[in-house]
């Protein structure tokens, strides 16, 4: 029997992750004009710089994207994954120096008509490069040296991006990191102490950010994430010692800190079984949620608000729908390679998810990470979307013996 029978290419698309991803697109091109057509027209700007067509126009580049790179081999393309992965961090610390600054963060290079955050595609590329690392022997996998090298790859564009400051997309990379670790086989006893060593550290600075007086402390975050924090876990902002005039005044303070995560939770609750109806939501069209976030870091609230608890659903299933066929994809790939690619996508989208719709639900800190195919960022949709080609090409270059 000669190879050719022994080997096959599938060559079809897989209907249920883009059907998902399509969904996904659809509901946040409608909810993203909802939360910001009326702006953009009391702005007067033409039709062709809404908000909405910029996010429907990074649809159509991501797509382009993904499909090209389902015309070439994933093992091929890992092969430029160390080129990628350094180019990466040059343009993170480009950042620093040439980047522009927006609400008192430095997380964008502009090119004149495009801007663009770097900080998206050192995602990718940190998924290609450490599948690429960790795709070697078990055996070698055993060796300390390099499961630290395996952290080190991880932690170069996580200390970078939260220089920017960008907590919320600095976050994904450690649990994508660990989760792809623990799939290649890296001894779980390291992954443990890693783990329990950084949750006392973790501890330690919340200890330090949240409790220590001013003059002890040791970690230096930007006020408001220290006060997020505060707002997070419940501490009054209130000193000992206040004067009725610095108590009323903290109180402000708190309550302001606490606004966005506040009406967020109404614009969930507000929506009911069934929703107000598409652009008929209050919260945002009054201005409750900030004006600068409605379509980004809390498109979800606006969804739940026109839509309802069916509508909220119906995105939890879509991303549901993506998971369950990343972790297919990973169990049917041809090598390891294609395992961990395919683990640590739905890792990775699995993350933003979960942060961004806890952060909407005050299960976790409010942090600015992006809801997959669903927040406005043309950055983010495109690679959103090349994250969504990388599972087509495991799942179009699999083979069966």
Not at 16 to 31: D, E, K, N, S, T
Not at 163 to 183: I, N, R, W, Y
Not at 255 to 281: E, F, L
Request: aromatic fraction near 10%; charge should be positive.
């Amino acid at each position: 029997m000669n190879r050719e029978s022994l080997i096959r290419r599938d060559s079809g698309m897989d209907p249920l992750l883009w059907a998902a991803a399509f969904g996904l697109m659809l509901l946040g091109a409608a909810f993203i004009f909802s939360a910001t057509a009326d702006a953009d027209a009391a702005a007067h700007l033409p039709w062709w710089r809404y908000h909405a067509t910029a996010h429907a126009v990074a649809f159509a580049g991501g797509i382009a994207v993904a499909a090209a790179l389902c015309l070439v081999d994933y093992g091929r393309l890992a092969r430029w994954s160390l080129v990628a992965y350094w180019g990466s961090i040059v343009l993170l610390i480009a950042v620093f120096l040439i980047g522009v600054s927006r609400n008192g963060a430095k997380r964008w290079i502009d090119l004149g008509p495009l801007q663009f955050q770097p900080s998206e595609f050192a995602k990718i590329a940190f998924l290609f490069a450490l599948a690429n690392f960790l795709s070697r022997p078990a055996d070698e996998l055993r060796l300390p040296g390099n499961f630290i090298k395996a952290l080190l790859m991880a932690l170069v564009p996580f200390a970078l991006i939260l220089k920017e400051p960008d907590l919320g997309s600095s976050l994904v990379f450690m649990p994508t990191a660990l989760v792809m670790m623990l799939v290649a086989g890296v001894p779980r006893p390291l992954l443990g102490r890693f783990v329990g060593g950084a949750s006392i550290l973790a501890a330690l600075i919340l200890v330090d950010v949240l409790f220590a007086p001013p003059q002890w402390k040791f970690i230096k975050l930007e006020e408001y994430q220290r006060r997020r924090l505060l707002v997070y876990f419940g501490v009054d902002f209130v000193a000992r010692g206040s004067t009725p005039e610095e108590a009323r005044q903290a109180r402000l303070l708190q309550r302001d800190t606490a606004m966005n995560v506040d009406q967020a939770m109404i614009s969930i609750g507000s929506g009911g079984m069934t929703g107000r109806g598409w652009r008929q939501g209050t919260q945002h069209s009054l201005g409750f949620l900030p004006r600068l976030g409605a379509h980004n870091d809390f498109i979800f609230s606006v969804i739940s608000e026109e839509t309802g608890f069916i509508g909220s659903i119906t995105v939890l299933g879509l991303y549901g729908v993506v998971f369950f066929t990343g972790i297919r994809i990973a169990g049917e790939a041809r090598d390891r390679l294609g395992r961990l690619l395919a683990v640590g996508v739905t890792a990775l989208l699995f993350t933003h998810v979960f942060v961004n719709i806890g952060m909407n639900l005050r299960l976790m800190p409010v942090t600015g990470i992006p809801l997959p195919l669903l927040s406005a960022g043309g950055t983010s949709v495109l690679c959103s979307l090349v994250a969504i080609g990388i599972l087509q090409n495991i799942h179009l270059h699999r083979r069966h013996y």
